[in-house]
């Protein structure tokens, strides 16, 4: 007993000893859904390329945010279930912002001759690229389905607001500015591949 | 080295352990991999734009000279200044050199002020080119000044935006082109933007 009186600053020092310490986030307490609904909303090349798809769809017409909602969700968690349990190494963050850049440069040209299909088709790649991503990532720290799941949700709730946000507008300025926030996504996207070239990205 | 009891020897060992357990406490590898820098890359993109007069008054300029030309320029050139302005910033980060930079941005101003006081009405073929020219000289200089340690896309957002939303104060200012007194003070303006570029111009050959 008085060894222990006499060392107990030594042990009470070696206890507080750090491991290899794998740094990361403290535990958002709010469970693995909301992680994955927090992980999107923090991201902004996903939420950029997300926003540019659903502004590209609600541009186009009501056929193509109905075909948007449906495909790109979908996309995105079908290939984030192969990410999931085939997870690539791979950062593809060239084309990572090349998607959204393409994206953003469709908004601000405004094709009025672009099928409704390709806007689905287009929104559908960029889900998939983003959801393989998602799911490599979810399977190196361990993550689950249920974390690709609150990505997934979050993405069909962003896409259905501002695809719907989007469709009634009828006054030329509205669509107008509309135009302009696609410009600005492709201007961001430009800057990118910029920073990625010198290694900053 | 010898001790006279054993309660020396303890002290020692004592103070040894605890000098080796200080130095035990300094971290190891720390495999971190949070996401740093977002909120000052984004307030230092967003503030970069208007830390600069040479800057503010020539896309200031450009919203200005859109509002007067009126439709369609006077949305085509606020979204076509930005988009070559980030391709001028794409050239400066890739090590492609633009050269006489300042003077292309002082240049800028005065050109740019001069149409305006000028109330120069050209065909947006020709309006097009001559802002996107200009907007390289901007991106090459301001796109690619990142702080250490921030988030580059953030701070390319944050700098996109801020850009825009010049503009859209130009095109604001602009809609004083509806009155007769109102298209006087926006020639008043050109003339301000022209004789603080050709202020800028002065500085930057001398």
């Known amino acids: ?201 | 080295m010898k001790y006279k009891d054993s309660t020396s020897y303890y002290q020692l060992f004592f103070a040894c352990a605890i000098a080796v357990s200080i130095a035990m406490l300094l971290p190891q590898v720390a495999l971190a991999h949070i996401e740093s820098g977002e909120a000052g890359g984004f307030l230092s993109g967003l503030s970069h734009p208007v830390s600069g007069l040479d800057h503010i008054i020539a896309m200031v300029a450009v919203g200005l000279w859109g509002a007067q030309l009126g439709m369609p320029a006077i949305w085509v050139l606020p979204v076509a200044f930005p988009m070559m302005m980030a391709f001028g910033g794409m050239l400066g980060l890739i090590g492609i050199p633009l050269p006489g930079v300042e003077v292309g941005i002082a240049l800028s101003a005065v050109v740019l002020g001069a149409l305006v006081l000028g109330e120069v009405r050209v065909s947006l073929a020709l309006s097009v080119p001559i802002v996107a020219f200009f907007a390289l000289f901007h991106g090459h200089a301001h796109g690619t000044e990142l702080q250490e340690g921030q988030n580059a896309m953030l701070y390319s957002l944050g700098f996109v935006i801020s850009t825009g939303l010049l503009h859209a104060s130009g095109i604001v200012i602009g809609l004083l082109h509806r009155w007769q007194s109102g298209r006087i003070v926006l020639r008043g303006a050109g003339t301000l933007v022209m004789v603080g570029g050709l202020y800028f111009l002065w500085q930057a050959l001398s």
Do not use: C
Not at chain 1, 95 to 120: I, N, R, T, Y
Not at chain 1, 129 to 140: I, M, P, Y
């Open chain 1, 1 to 201: 007993m008085n060894y222990l009186r006499k060392n107990f600053w030594l042990f009470a020092v070696f206890a507080l000893l750090p491991t290899v310490a794998h740094a990361h986030l403290v535990n958002s307490g709010l469970g693995p859904f909301y992680d994955g609904t927090l992980h999107l909303l923090l991201s902004p090349g996903d939420l950029l390329g997300l926003l540019a798809a659903a502004l590209l769809a609600g541009l186009r017409g009501p056929r193509a945010s109905r075909l948007t909602v449906i495909v790109m969700p979908a996309a995105w968690l079908l290939f984030g279930l192969v990410g999931l349990n085939m997870p690539t190494s791979l950062q593809l963050p060239g084309l990572s912002v090349l998607s959204f850049m393409v994206l953003g440069a469709l908004v601000a040209l405004d094709p009025k001759h672009l099928p409704e299909w390709a806007v689905a088709a287009l929104a559908g790649l960029f889900g998939a690229l983003h959801g393989l991503l998602n799911g490599s990532a979810l399977a190196a720290i361990g993550a689950g389905t249920v974390s690709l799941l609150g990505i997934v949700t979050t993405v069909f709730v962003l896409t259905l607001i501002v695809a719907s946000l989007i469709v009634p507008l009828r006054r030329a300025w509205m669509r107008i500015a509309v135009r302009v926030a696609g410009s600005w996504v492709a201007a961001v996207g430009m800057l990118m591949f910029g920073w990625l070239v010198r290694g900053a990205g």
